[in-house]
């Protein structure tokens, strides 16, 4: 199963909370406060988005953190990756030449293509369209009951 860890799942809320106040510095403790965050979580997620150039700091008095750049241009794929890692689905789509059964393995390059569609998928949206100042996520994906769960799940914007 593709999931997120808990810990990114928090850096997208701080990044998210940090989008929607205009002020120009944020303050550990106030972040904390407004995410309902520990404050050790906040102070983990702050330096590992520091270091991923996410975000800016300042030390002194009026310092704290503020968006690196605007919400409208940091991708889904640069937080997930300032978090997780480089985003893969499987090992061969880190990169070439990572398995000993790539000369004649048939399920490699269909993988490697579904990888490519997923990061190039979170390369388009935006941390604006995740805080939903854009309407991109404003329809709801209904999903199956548990009664049926091999009826498929009709998705508006879904490209067969």
Known sequence: MLRIRKLTDYGTVLLAAMDRENRPWRTAAD????TH???ATVGKLLKLLV???LLESQRGPHGGYRLARPAG????????????GRVAVIECGLAAHVCDREGFCAVSPPWQRINQVLRDALARIT????TGRTGLFSTRVPVPSSTRP????????ART
């Open 31 to 34: 972040l904390s406060q407004e």
């Open 37 to 39: 965050l520990s404050y």
């Open 51 to 53: 270091r991923a150039r």
């Open 73 to 84: 241009t940091m991708t889904a794929l640069e937080i997930l990756e300032a978090l997780e």
């Open 127 to 130: 941390l604006q369209d995740l």
């Open 150 to 157: 091999h009826e498929p799940v009709d998705c508006p914007d």
